[in-house]
T-cell receptor, first 115, second 113 residues
Framework: NAGVTQTPKFQVLKTGQSMTLQCAQD?????MSWYRQDPGMGLRLIHY???????DQGEVPNGYNVSRSTTEDFPLRLLSAAPSQTSVYFC??????????????FGQGTRLTVV | RKEVEQDPGPFNVPEGATVAFNCTYS??????FFWYRQDCRKEPKLLMS???SGNEDGRFTAQLNRASQYISLLIRDSKLSDSATYLC??????????????FGSGTQLTVLP
């Protein structure tokens, strides 16, 4: 009963380095998304996907890329890390039930520090 | 103006107290509403959906006022385990797209023994 699995849980990067945050879900949800959470800012949407092969930008997409080659996986790539990208990153998958309600299931988060 | 606004708190209440949180949203087209709970250094988890008629789940009651565009969460008989940050979440359309989930910054609650 894994749900949404995110790796790594912690990461320290040097400015300019690149890396990929992994996210996988086993619930066969169509919708997946990446958020970042900063103090006092709440969760802000970075990128999202409504199905395999389809991605789109959220509120704060700059500096990040995503792809969705399978329903299960939705990796987030930091192209050239900057200190402003120090944050906690959450991956989420969601579905819409027959009543029109949407519940998002979150991974455990990745705490990223860019020095 | 933020799309979803919450009083950040912190709210410090004694065990057994009743506490209420409010949340306002700016998009009048919003159709789905939720409260999520986030424990310290953990991921958010759905606490309850909020329906137009209001709904109750044990000690928790959620209310929606569409005319005034606010949502409330009432917690009765507070327990120590209720200590967490409560996130107000709004979905402007009913398509279920994850893109549309807009989160408030959260209200921090600490229940004191």
């Amino acid at each position: 009963n894994a749900g949404v699995t995110q790796t790594p849980k912690f990461q320290v990067l040097k400015t300019g380095q690149s890396m990929t945050l992994q996210c996988a879900q086993d619930m066969n949800h169509e919708y997946m998304s990446w958020y970042r959470q900063d103090p006092g800012m709440g969760l802000r949407l970075i990128h999202y996907s409504v199905g395999a092969g389809i991605t789109d930008q959220g509120e704060v997409p700059n500096g990040y890329n995503v792809s969705r080659s399978t329903t299960e996986d939705f990796p987030l790539r930091l192209l050239s890390a900057a200190p402003s990208q120090t944050s906690v990153y959450f991956c989420a998958s969601s579905y819409r039930d027959r009543f029109g309600n949407t519940e998002a299931f979150f991974g455990q988060g990745t705490r990223l520090t860019v020095v | 103006r933020k799309e979803v606004e919450q009083d950040p708190g912190p709210f410090n209440v004694p065990e057994g107290a009743t506490v209420a949180f409010n949340c306002t949203y700016s998009n009048s087209a919003s159709q789905s509403f939720f409260w999520y709970r986030q424990d310290c250094r953990k991921e958010p988890k759905l606490l309850m959906s909020v329906y137009s008629s209001g709904n109750e789940d044990g000690r928790f009651t959620a209310q929606l006022n569409r005319a005034s565009q606010y949502i409330s969460l009432l917690i009765r008989d507070s327990k120590l385990s209720d200590s967490a940050t409560y996130l107000c979440v709004v979905n402007p359309i009913s398509s279920g797209s994850a893109r549309q989930l807009t989160f408030g910054s959260g209200t921090q609650l600490t229940v004191l023994p």
